[in-house]
């Protein structure tokens, strides 16, 4: 079969992470797949396994998802927009997939609804329609208003025959975080978590015995960073900050004048799932992909939940992980070098975790899951 997934990531780079391991299974399967991004390219994430269309990107202003940045970092202009689209119709007509596949939407860049919605309604009136599916992961940003449920539900109905969520319906319903409708039952597929295979150790053994900071690869997170620096004179352990977004430099040097003590930081490394395998603890944000990434390795685990822009995705996720042996939530309004070196202390001397190995297979259900739907189709 022939796969599109359609995924633009506005802040960090977690929904283009889970689409391209998506898009992997799909591809072991021996599918023809593409995936089209319209956020800002990642390099780390592309390893060049997988099509990759490369719309013209654009980016949140900040937490502020009204507002839509183009490459340049200036304000997306509407032919800058119209450009987008025209290039992700061209992308659906010259791949004309048999199953496509939309990341978040509709239940959330609605800013982008209009090139959404026209390649709904051009994939819906082409020759041979495709199965369309919405992709969504285990907790969603809350409706901020009952009317953005409803239009969510209305272009679902429209144009979807599907909606996969990767979670396990046990741990995490999706009625945790949307209001869940007869309507809208009817179209979940549970595909348990999407994570790619679990990393193993290191072949350099990189990381053992340190105390790992990330906060993935997007901008954010210089608040953890800060606050992991200045603790470093009261961590027993090295410390190793790993400092994402495009251009990390100008960020390394002014959190190596803050530090309190001597302190690796670096940019963001493609080996990071492994050096987790060696790692005293990990301090982090709470993403899905990083907490599935902690939840494989095993990892001691302090997680400071993104909450900027009213976001309260990431703070549940945290409170859920929380309840396990050497895991803690740490609000950022709680944030202090001392309370992060206290936590720490807490999480490595807590029982030891056993790495979680089942239920991670999400990717290989989905495949599995839109092969079956698109065959009664």
Not at 349 to 375: N, Q, S, W, Y
Request: aromatic letters at 4%; glycine letters at 8%.
């Amino acid at each position: 079969m022939r796969v599109m997934i359609v995924v633009t990531h506005l802040l960090g780079t977690g929904h283009l992470a889970r689409a391209l391991t998506l898009a992997r299974a799909f591809a072991a399967a021996g599918d023809a797949v593409q995936v089209v991004s319209g956020g800002k390219p990642a390099p780390l994430l592309d390893r060049g396994d997988v099509e990759l269309v490369q719309l013209p990107p654009v980016a949140s202003d900040g937490v502020d998802f009204s507002r839509l940045l183009d490459g340049d970092g200036a304000l997306a202009t509407d032919s800058y927009l119209a450009t987008r689209q025209s290039e992700l119709l061209s992308a659906l007509h010259s791949f004309a997939p048999d199953i496509l596949i939309t990341e978040l939407f509709p239940f959330g860049r609605r800013i982008l609804a209009a090139e959404f919605r026209a390649m709904l309604q051009a994939a819906k009136a082409s020759p041979a329609p495709p199965l369309i599916c919405a992709s969504i992961r285990d907790i969603l940003a809350p409706p901020s208003k009952p009317k953005k449920a409803v239009m969510a539900q209305d272009i679902l109905t429209a144009f979807y025959d599907a909606v996969l969520v990767h979670s396990d319906a046990k741990l995490t319903p999706l009625e945790l975080s949307w209001p869940v409708d007869d309507g809208l039952r009817h179209m979940l597929h549970y595909t348990g978590f999407v994570a790619p295979p679990a990393a193993g150790t290191h072949p350099g053994a990189t990381g053992h015995g340190e105390v790992i900071v990330s906060a993935g690869g997007g901008d954010v997170g210089q608040h953890v960073y800060r606050a992991a620096v200045e603790a470093a004179d009261r961590i027993p352990h090295p410390l190793r900050v790993l400092v994402g977004g495009a251009d990390p430099q100008m960020r390394i040097a002014a959190l190596h004048a803050r530090a309190t003590a001597p302190v690796v930081i670096e940019p963001a490394r493609p080996d990071f799932r492994q050096m987790l395998s060696h790692a005293a603890a990990s301090v982090s944000l709470c993403g899905y992909n990083t907490a599935l990434d902690i939840l494989q390795a095993g990892t001691p685990a302090i997680f400071i939940p993104f909450d900027e822009g009213n976001e309260v995705e990431q703070g549940l996720r945290a409170t859920a992980l929380s309840k396990r042996e050497g895991i803690e939530s740490l609000p950022r309004a709680t944030l202090t070098p001392d309370s992060l070196s206290a936590a720490i202390a807490r999480v490595i001397a807590a029982p030891a975790r056993m790495a979680d190995t089942i239920g991670f297979d999400g990717a290989a259900r989905t495949v599995e899951i839109t092969h079956k739907l698109r065959g009664a189709v």
